[in-house]
């Protein structure tokens, strides 16, 4: 076996690579590159392989390296950034961004600023934080947001069973990322948590594998609604209108939390009575139950029974 | 996954030549800190990409780049690595996500902050990302008074004790945690140093003294980890409950052959442990210790109270 090459051989080889294919309008064949590009091993099997190397090292790197007709290029077109014609002030913003947000470790935003904002002038301190957010990150979130853009079909397993979903959305929800798309073997849209996704299960599809659906929501809002309760109902799913007092001590909270579809009537001793719709009971029960002594279900007459008769039963189970 | 040296040292490359190119100009000592290696590290490259380019390996065919005696480093308008590379997925990602979620918070310079992610859209693809950090009534006096440096008079509903307490805080940073915002902050009666729930306020002012935030803060990795003045609750959970161990850090799990869930919990306060089980339901049991068996008939009794009232 041939002597590895050092580092700076095989460092020189790639950047030499690189630079060839990114120059030549028609492609390269193998023979070309080996006579262009100094420093491959002698004999056809080691230069082969050694080339082989070379490519996937490439392509690990996300770097477009296409092969067509036995000849080799990268185009340039799919290598560069576009001028972004960024402005100053849209600089610093995206530099405080990803400073608040930090994403995908010393791979993520960080080499992203260094490409985006190039020359800045800032130093690598980063600017102090008054603000900062921590999304869960996931290793699947790059590859389900390069199947939005490419319309690639992505199958996977989700809680056990699988799917095949055309991606349309991925939003950030109380700490969680769903995946929003059209669900094929269930003919609906859907939501998906990405950490509940199989990651070994997910393959995805050509590119361009199907056609955005109109009926594709515009908005995290829509994909979900933020109020748990009026989630998972069907259009037949009856939506009653609860009635909620709840006093003074959790009134903002409730208030905040019941929705732009809730009315509030306020109280003078700070007390508010909320009138929300509800299609998912349970949800709407979890949240009443959560604010404890300080709401009552004040109507409609059969929702309030539920509640009691839901507290009857818990007070039953002690005995 | 680690990256191999020879990747490394690429990708260092193939930022670095255009980096020098759009700033006019640069030295070892600015790259070694910009990119995170040593002032070796960067002369060993320098003196290597110099020496690339293509066949014939004219001057004019040679990466346009040149490192000087006294550690300047020139970069001219040559026929490759003019602009930077595409991002890559997980940067694209990245920079994003990071930037719809500063837009969902009140107060972010959404004008420049929406005008880049629309660029940025529109040369990466519209990927439809969006973030919802949710924005509780008193999130933007709070972000106005870190940086202003105002101290703040506030009400703070403890879900703990479910009981409301009065002070005065120095806030020193906002931010979002598994979907929720905190603000850490120096409680000027105990003298310590606590995250808030922003959502958990109900009255915020500030008091028109100030103070200087001290360099340097940042969230913690997790906010709530167990504590000192925790009790660790035994519960038997039926298999519809199992959002608890995905919602809240269970200090252990045990799944039984009929689904149901044996789960320990550090629980700071009796009041969340009625929360807790009264969402769950008739099915939920506290195993030990013996003194909270009774919390969850207990809570539901006092509530139904409150229906059963004249």
């Known amino acids: ?131 900062a957010a921590d999304l869960e990150e996931h290793p699947l979130l790059p590859v389900l947001h390069g199947a939005i853009r490419r319309r690639s079909l992505v199958t996977f397993s989700h809680g056990g069973v699988a799917r095949t979903v055309e991606p349309a959305m991925l939003f950030f929800r109380d700490g969680n990322w769903y995946l929003h798309g059209f669900d094929r073997v269930r003919s609906a849209e859907r939501n998906f948590r990405v950490d509940r996704i199989d990651s070994s299960s997910v393959a995805v599809g050509d590119v361009r594998s199907f056609v955005r659906r109109p009926s594709a929501p515009s908005s995290s809002e829509a994909a979900m609604p933020r109020e748990p309760w009026l989630i998972g109902g069907d259009d037949s799913s009856p939506s009653e209108s609860a009635v909620v007092r709840v006093d003074a001590v959790l009134a903002g909270k409730a208030v905040a939390e019941a929705g732009s579809s809730a009315s509030v009537e306020r109280h003078d001793d ?30 409609p007459p059969a929702l309030r029974g539920w509640i009691v008769s839901w507290l009857e039963s818990i007070a039953g189970a002690g005995g | 996954m680690a990256r191999s040296n020879f990747a490394e040292r690429l990708r260092r490359m193939l930022m670095m030549v255009p980096w020098v190119l759009e700033a006019g100009g640069s030295t070892v000592a600015e790259l070694a800190a910009r990119f995170g290696v040593s002032e070796d590290d960067v002369v060993r490259d320098l003196n290597l990409v110099m020496c ?46 990071a930037g719809r979620a500063l837009l969902d918070v009140p107060g972010a310079d959404s004008a420049a902050l ?106 913690p990795p997790r906010v709530f980890s167990g504590g000192q003045d925790t009790t660790e609750v035994e519960l038997d959970l039926p298999p519809s409950a199992r959002w608890v161990v995905e919602t809240y850090p269970a200090v252990s799990v045990d799944e039984l052959a009929d689904g149901r869930l044996q789960v320990r919990l550090a629980v700071t306060g009796e009041r969340w442990l009625e929360r807790l089980l009264l969402r769950v339901g008739p099915e939920a049991r506290v195993l030990s210790p013996p003194s909270l068996t009774h919390v969850a008939p207990t809570a539901a009794t006092r509530l139904l109270a409150r229906y059963t009232a004249p």
């Open chain 1, 1 to 131: 076996m041939a002597d590895p090459p050092s580092t700076d051989d095989r460092f020189e080889r790639l950047a030499n690579l690189v630079t060839f294919l990114l120059d030549t309008d028609k492609g390269a064949t193998f023979a070309e590159i080996l006579e262009a590009i100094p420093g491959y091993p002698p004999g056809d099997d080691s230069a082969r392989r050694a080339f082989e190397r070379d490519k996937k090292l490439l392509r690990d790197e996300d770097i477009p390296l296409v092969e067509y007709d036995g000849r080799y290029r990268i185009p340039p077109s799919e290598y560069y950034l576009p001028d972004l014609g960024l402005t100053e002030a849209e600089q610093v913003a995206l530099r405080l961004a990803v400073a608040a947000v930090p994403l995908g470790g010393g791979e993520g935003g960080g080499s992203a600023l260094q490409k985006l904002t190039l020359g800045g002038s800032e130093g690598g301190s980063g600017p102090t934080l008054s603000l």
């Open chain 2, 114 to 219: 929406g005008g880049a992610l629309s660029k940025l859209e529109s040369a990466l693809g519209s990927g439809s990302v969006s973030v919802d950090l949710g924005a509780p009534p008193f999130l933007s006096l709070v972000r106005d008074a870190v940086e202003s440096g105002a101290r703040l008079s506030v009400s703070y509903y403890s879900a703990w004790r479910d009981e409301v307490t009065s002070r005065s805080i120095d806030p020193w940073l906002v931010f979002s945690q598994e979907g929720r915002w905190y603000v850490t902050a120096l409680d000027a009666s105990s003298g310590e140093v606590r995250h808030f729930r922003v959502d958990r306020l109900r009255s915020a002012a500030a008091t028109g003294e100030t103070f200087v935030v001290p360099g340097g803060v940042r969230p």
């Open chain 2, 52 to 97: 690339c380019g293509v066949p014939p390996y004219g001057a004019e065919h040679m990466i346009s780049v040149m490192l000087d005696d006294d550690g300047t480093v020139l970069a001219w308008k040559g026929p490759y690595f003019n602009r930077p590379m595409r991002l890559t997925p997980t940067e694209g990602f990245a920079v994003l996500a």
């Open chain 1, 270 to 299: 700070g007390s508010v009575t909320i009138t929300m719709p509800v299609v998912q009971r349970a949800a709407f029960r979890s949240w009443v139950l959560g604010l404890l002594d300080h709401a009552e279900v004040v109507g």
